[in-house]
């Protein structure tokens, strides 16, 4: 129940495409839902998070959808770009607890 | 100012062997975690210092692990007897308040 699971492990998208980043839980109390990115020989950083009380959340080309009912939310990445190359994690958190639950990570390419 | 620092880098020791590493949070930061990244099963958790409150170990896979976190400030995981399932990518992060956490730049540990 405390799962996250994340799809695809990895994914090639064009520069100038849109990739997609999902994420599905099963706990219902998790109330925070970041995503983190991380380049090679460095460790995680805060990309772009969201609670449950909105759907979507945007900054500059990152998007996150959000969907309570289905338990389900994704990270859209606009305009993609070589630089956004990267590993992807999904997490999520519950109220009243400290510690993230992290996605097994998608590994993203950008071909130029 | 200063991001989280861990140290070693690397370390590279043979089975049976104890390590220890070391993580340098954020100055003033009172939550400390260490995660452990392994190839492709994304960032497990390990344990958790809050303050003065006694640390959530529920994440230490056996009694070989421990940390402490000494004055508040500097932390250290130990691992004792190392086996070569324990290589893996040691992660370290901090935070102020509940949510973001700030990682460090994790110590690779390859035992032989």
């Known amino acids: 129940q405390q799962q996250v699971k994340q799809s695809p492990q990895s994914l090639i998208v064009q520069k100038g495409g849109i990739s997609i980043i999902n994420c599905a839980y099963e706990n219902t109390a998790f109330d925070y839902f970041p995503w983190y990115q991380q380049f090679p020989g460095k460790g995680p950083a805060l990309l772009i998070a969201?609670?449950?009380?909105?759907s979507e959340k945007k900054e500059g080309r990152f998007t996150i959808s959000f969907n309570k009912s289905a338990k389900q939310f994704s990270l859209h990445i606009m305009d993609s770009q070589p630089g956004d190359s990267a590993t992807y994690f999904c997490?999520?958190?519950?109220?009243?607890?400290?510690?993230?639950?992290f996605g097994k990570g998608t590994m993203l390419l950008v071909s130029p | 100012g200063a991001g989280v620092s861990q140290s070693p880098s690397n370390k590279v020791t043979e089975k049976g062997k104890d390590v220890e590493l070391r993580c340098d949070p954020i100055s003033g930061h009172t939550a400390l975690y260490w995660y452990r990244q392994s190839l492709g099963q994304g960032l497990e958790f390990l344990i958790y210092f809050q303050g003065n409150s006694a640390p959530d170990k529920s994440g230490l896979p056996s009694d070989r692990f421990s940390a402490e976190r000494t004055g508040g400030s500097v932390s250290t995981l130990t691992i004792q007897r190392t086996q070569q399932e324990d290589s893996a990518v040691y992660l370290c992060?901090?935070?102020?308040?509940?949510?973001?956490?700030?990682f460090g730049p994790g110590t690779r540990l390859t035992v032989l």
């Open positions: 992060a901090s935070s102020l308040l509940a949510d973001t956490q700030y």
């Open positions: 997490a999520a958190k519950a109220s009243g607890y400290s510690t993230l639950t």
């Open positions: 969201i609670r449950p009380d909105v």
